[in-house]
């Protein structure tokens, strides 16, 4: 049984031009299948096993670094010298977030409250909490700025009670103390006779507020209806805007939680998150591309006019009164207290609030907050928020504590937030969004490429076996005509 090369031939051909077709095909709907299972895994949905998990339980290791700005003369601040600190730490906390009270709404939003929990991690400190340090005592210098303005006779009076209760302007206590609160009857005294003057009513200390509480109450986007909403806040705590700051634009609450942003960011986007802590919405700008185990990404970083003041960056007038650019007067959503949020070690800030304090050497690699997000799925992959609390210190006459102190916005603490993905959570990452889309990008070539080749290589052969067949075809019938020929000379004889 002979085969017909041909027919072989034009069956090859048919085999190439499909497989051609499947890898054009493959090459013009691979990103749109790309992008709609992107999209259907970017949903805030419970169906969704990997991104409701990164969401809801927040599984990856998140971190808090604090550092204290140790005071090393407070008998010559008192006189009126320079400040002199020294940086201590970190004592680092494992944070662990959990949301509550998850309810889905039919406009496709969801709320919840998302309560945090922080444990003492001392395999990653430098000391321990029991460590002791010297910052100024905001309870003394806080309300002394505050109640400058009272009559004199009214400061003398409180001054009399900052001494009665051995209130002085610096306080010496541990770490843990100055963390989660320390028992004070200058608290309890003004928890009683003036009920609301202080955000807590236990104990007095600057991170007591942040374990075990929530952040209030979120209502974000799903992103079902509009994936380019996914993750942005429609209220918080069911209000749209603010009422701390002057200004409409100061006031609106713009972004998401800070958690997950919607996909497809480009270069051009920005990072946009609301943030409780700050009392204000907050944006960085894409400042680099880059690569973590694999994965792209795009870094995103605060901009100088962060926290600019009016003047240098109009835009921020509402968060005013301001003082020198690099400096957020968050005294308006912490019960007036002269207290000011900054980058670390006054990073990006007016140069001139390095001269007032002695001890501080900002640095961007130290001291500047970046995100890095893969820009497919709007997951951050690296994260480290560093923010620094300030507390606003002066002279007041009559509440002899403040002694002669100079005008100074007083460096107390700088906090870290950081975690990154790792683990089998990378690395289920890495294939699904690295990993499998590359394959199916390779694919795409290697079937238009062996379609390519098999037609090309099929139509050769069969112009090459029919050429072949032709010439056959005519040596046969030459050889005929010979035979004929010569069967007639035979018969002539």
């Not at 407070?74 to 998850?102: A, D, H, S």
């Not at 309560?115 to 910052?135: K, Q, W």
């Not at 199916?440 to 379609?451: N, P, R, T, V, W």
Request: some cysteine; glycine content about 8%.
């Amino acid at each position: 049984m002979t085969i017909d090369k041909s027919k072989v031939a034009i069956g090859f051909i048919v085999a190439g031009v499909l497989t051609l077709m499947f890898g054009i095909i493959s090459a013009i709907i691979g990103p749109s299948v790309m992008k709609n299972q992107v999209e259907k895994n970017t949903v805030i949905d419970p169906k969704n096993d990997l991104s409701y998990t990164m969401w809801k339980d927040l599984p990856v290791p998140f971190f808090m670094s604090v550092y204290f700005f140790h005071v090393l003369n407070p008998q010559e601040i008192l006189k009126g010298e320079k400040p002199m600190v020294e940086q201590r730490g970190p004592y680092v906390y494992r944070k662990q977030c959990r949301k509550e009270n998850i309810t889905f709404h039919p406009n496709s939003t969801v709320s919840y409250r998302e309560y945090r929990r922080y444990f003492f991690e001392p395999s990653m400190s430098a000391g321990n909490e029991s460590d002791v340090v010297t910052i100024p005592n905001m309870l003394v210098l806080g309300a002394a700025v505050m109640l400058e303005d009272l009559p004199y006779a009214v400061r003398l009076l409180i001054s009399t009670t900052f001494k009665t209760f051995n209130e002085g302007p610096f306080l010496t206590k541990t770490v843990g103390e100055l963390m989660w609160g320390f028992d004070s009857k200058l608290v309890d005294f003004l928890n009683k006779f003036l009920p609301g003057m202080l955000p807590s009513t236990g104990k007095f200390g600057l991170f007591a507020e942040f374990n075990n509480s929530n952040t209030g109450l979120f209502t974000i986007h799903t992103g079902r209806d509009d994936i380019r909403k996914a993750h942005k806040v429609d209220s918080w705590n069911g209000l749209t805007e603010l009422s701390y700051w002057r200004t409409p634009q100061c006031n609106m609450i713009n972004g998401t939680a800070g958690q997950l942003w919607p996909p497809f960011m480009t270069k051009e986007s920005t990072l946009p998150f609301y943030s409780p802590d700050a009392c204000r919405s907050l944006e960085l700008v894409y400042q680099r591309a880059g690569e973590m185990k694999g994965i792209p990404l795009y870094r995103y970083v605060a901009p100088k006019t962060m926290f600019a003041n009016g003047t240098d960056y109009a835009p921020n007038e509402g968060f005013c009164p301001c003082r020198q650019s690099g400096l957020l007067n968050v005294s308006s959503c912490r019960h007036n207290s002269p207290v000011f949020i900054s980058h670390p070690h006054f990073f990006n800030a007016d140069p001139v609030l390095l001269d007032y304090v002695l001890g501080l050497n900002p640095t961007e690699e130290d001291h500047g907050l970046f995100i890095d997000i893969h820009p497919l799925t709007g997951v951050p992959l690296n994260v480290s928020i560093r923010l620094q609390l300030n507390l606003y210190m002066k002279r007041v006459p009559g509440i002899t504590e403040t002694g002669k102190i100079s005008e100074v916005v007083m460096p107390m603490l700088w906090f870290e937030e950081n975690g990154y993905i790792d683990g089998p959570i990378l690395t289920t990452f890495h294939t699904n969004l690295v990993i499998l889309p590359a394959v199916m990008e390779y694919m795409q070539y290697i079937f238009i490429a062996l379609g390519l080749v098999t037609t090309v290589v099929a139509i050769l052969v069969y112009h090459k076996v029919k050429a072949t067949g032709n010439e056959q075809g005519k040596g046969s019938h030459g050889f005929e005509t010979q035979e004929k020929s010569l069967s007639y000379s035979e018969k002539d004889m």
